[in-house]
C-alpha cells in the first residue's frame, strides 16, 4: 500500500535522526582511523524482544568516513522505546538501514562542506549537560556514571560530536528535501492512483473556537523593568559589571540562563523575533542596547562578536509584573462575556472578535488553527494533550468553564473554549481533506527524491556492511549487489 510504505519510511527516518534533536547521546560515531576499535562483549538484543544474548561489539558498518558498532543499534532501540517509540513491526534490518542513511547524510554533508556553528553546537550541549544535571539534582558523578565517562571533559565532546552529526545530517536531508513542493494537480494525480479500497482513514476531528482574555500590564511595570534594564547597562558599562553574571540571576529567559543569554545570529538565517535581531545587527563589537520591547517583555542586547554573517549576543530578558487588580479584571471580563454567550446575548463568535485578545483567532470569530495540518480540523488522537484534556468532556456548541493558562509569552491568561464542529471518522475525500492529502503527496515526492539521492550517493560513497547484516534485505543498494 502506498500510504503504508510512505509513512513508514518517514516515521523511521524520523525516530533516527539522533543527537541533535532529542538527549540522545549513547550512538557517537567516530571518524575512522587505522587502528581497530577494541572489541568489548556487552549484552545486544537478538530482535526487538526481551530476548538477549552476547555478542561482540565490533564493527559493523562504514559509510564514508563513520563506522557503526555492533552495539550502537541495540543502543538506538533502547533510546526508543525509552521515548515511548512504537517499534512493532518494524525489523533489525530496517532500523539499521535507518541507522547507515543517518551516517550517510552526515558523510555527504561534510563533503559538500555544509557549515557547522561550532558555537550554537556548544551551546545545545550547554543547555543538554544543564538539563540532564537538574533531572539529577545536580549530581555530576553520577551523570558521568550513567555515560561511562571518567570526565565531564569527555562526555561534552562525546556529546558535541553527537550532536555535530545529527546537526549535519538534518542540514544534508534539509538540502535534499527543502525545495520541493507539489502542485494542485500533482496532489490530484496521487490521491487518484491511490485505490479507493487503500485510502486511508481519518478519525473523529473537532473544529474548536476560543476567547482569550490577557491581563493588561500597567504603564508603570513596563517603566520599571526599563529602568531595571538601563540600571544593568549602566552597571556594566561605568562600573565594570559582569553582564553574563548579571544574565545568570535576573533573566526570565529560561532557554538561554544556563549560557548566560547567549545566542549566534546570523544573517542569511532568521531564527529570533524581527525586533531582537534588528537591534542586534544595529550594534557594534562590545555595546550594548537601549531597553527594547518584544512580544516575549523587555530586553538589552550585550553584541559580543561578529564573525563575518554571525553575530554572538548575549541578553537579559525581563518582563513586567501583573498586578492583582489586572489579573481580577481580566477574569471578570472573562466571565461577563462568558454570562453573555451562554444566554444568548451574544454569539461566541462575535464575541471574540469584541473581546479577545488572542491575535490568531480573534478575527476568525475564535476559530483555532491546527499548527500540524494549517486546516481548523483536530484529529481527536493526535491533539496535544493538554488541548484534549480542556475540550475532552464538551458537547458540540458547549462552552467550557473559564480556564487559567499560559504561554512562552504571557504567564497568566483566561480562556474559554467551544467545539463549533464534529467530523466523524472517514475515509479520505478530496475535498474535505485536501491539505492533509496535499501532505502525503508531498511526504511522497520527498520520500521519491530521497531515494534518487541515496541510490546516486551509495553508489559513489565507500560502504561496507558486516557480520549478519550482509543477509539483510535492505531497501536501499547498501550492499552494492
Not at 265 to 271: A, D, G
Not at 437 to 466: C, G, M, S
Amino acid at each position: 500500500m502506498p500510504l503504508k510504505t510512505i509513512n513508514s519510511k518517514l516515521i523511521i527516518k524520523a525516530a533516527l535522526l539522533v543527537g541533535f534533536i532529542s538527549f540522545n547521546f549513547s550512538n557517537a560515531q567516530e571518524i575512522i582511523d587505522d587502528e581497530t576499535p577494541s572489541i568489548a562483549q556487552p549484552k545486544v538484543k537478538d530482535s526487538i524482544t526481551n530476548k538477549t544474548r552476547i555478542k561482540a561489539d565490533g564493527v559493523a558498518a562504514v559509510v564514508g568516513d563513520f563506522i557503526v558498532l555492533e552495539s550502537d543499534l541495540d543502543r538506538e532501540i533502547e533510546q526508543l522505546q525509552a521515548q515511548g517509540a512504537d517499534l512493532e513491526g518494524y525489523t533489525r534490518c530496517e532500523l539499521f538501514g535507518s541507522l547507515l542513511e543517518n551516517k550517510l547524510y552526515a558523510h555527504q554533508a561534510i563533503q559538500d562542506s555544509v557549515i557547522v556553528n561550532e558555537l550554537y553546537i556548544r551551546s545545545r550541549v550547554d543547555q543538554q549537560i544543564q538539563g540532564l544535571l537538574g533531572q539529577l539534582n545536580g549530581d555530576m558523578d553520577r551523570m558521568l556514571k550513567m555515560y561511562k565517562k571518567e570526565s565531564e571533559e569527555a562526555l561534552r565532546e562525546e556529546m558535541y560530536e553527537i550532536n555535530k552529526n545529527g546537526y549535519l545530517a538534518q542540514e544534508m536531508q534539509t538540502k535534499v528535501t527543502g525545495d520541493i513542493e507539489v502542485t494542485p494537480e500533482e496532489v490530484r494525480t496521487f490521491f487518484n492512483e491511490i485505490p479507493e479500497d487503500e485510502r486511508p482513514t481519518f478519525g473523529t476531528e473537532l473544529k474548536l473556537a476560543e476567547i482569550v482574555v490577557i491581563p493588561e500590564v500597567t504603564e508603570e511595570s513596563k517603566q520599571a523593568v526599563i529602568d531595571r534594564l538601563k540600571g544593568f547597562k549602566k552597571d556594566v558599562e561605568e562600573n565594570g559589571s559582569s553582564f553574563t553574571t548579571k544574565v545568570l540571576f535576573y533573566t526570565e529567559d529560561s532557554g538561554s540562563k544556563s549560557t548566560g543569554g547567549k545566542y549566534t545570529l546570523n544573517r542569511k538565517q532568521p531564527r529570533m523575533v524581527k525586533e531582537f535581531r534588528d537591534v542586534a545587527f544595529s550594534l557594534q563589537e562590545g555595546e550594548i542596547s537601549e531597553p527594547f520591547e518584544t512580544d516575549f517583555g523587555y530586553h538589552i542586547i550585550l553584541l559580543e562578536k561578529v564573525r563575518g554573517q554571525e553575530y554572538d549576543v548575549r541578553h537579559i530578558l525581563l518582563r513586567p509584573e501583573l498586578t492583582q487588580e489586572a489579573i481580577k479584571e481580566a477574569k471578570d471580563l472573562i466571565d461577563e462575556v462568558r454570562a453573555k454567550i451562554v444566554d444568548g446575548t451574544l454569539t461566541f463568535a462575535d464575541a471574540a472578535r469584541e473581546f479577545s485578545d488572542q491575535k490568531e483567532t480573534k478575527f476568525e470569530g475564535g476559530q483555532m488553527t491546527n499548527p500540524t495540518t494549517q486546516d481548523f480540523n483536530f484529529e481527536l488522537t493526535r491533539m496535544d494533550p493538554e488541548l484534549y484534556s480542556q475540550i475532552q468532556d464538551l458537547k458540540d456548541g458547549e462552552i467550557s468553564e473559564v480556564l487559567q493558562d499560559e504561554d512562552r509569552v504571557n504567564r497568566i491568561k483566561f480562556k474559554i473554549l467551544t467545539v463549533t464542529d464534529r467530523i466523524d471518522d472517514h475515509v479520505a475525500d478530496f475535498s474535505k481533506d485536501y491539505l492533509k492529502i496535499k501532505n502525503l503527496a508531498l511526504q511522497d515526492k520527498q520520500v521519491k527524491a530521497v531515494e534518487k539521492w541515496q541510490k546516486e550517493t551509495i553508489n559513489d560513497t565507500y560502504i561496507k556492511i558486516n557480520g549478519e547484516y550482509r543477509d539483510c534485505d535492505f531497501q536501499s543498494n547498501w550492499l552494492k549487489k
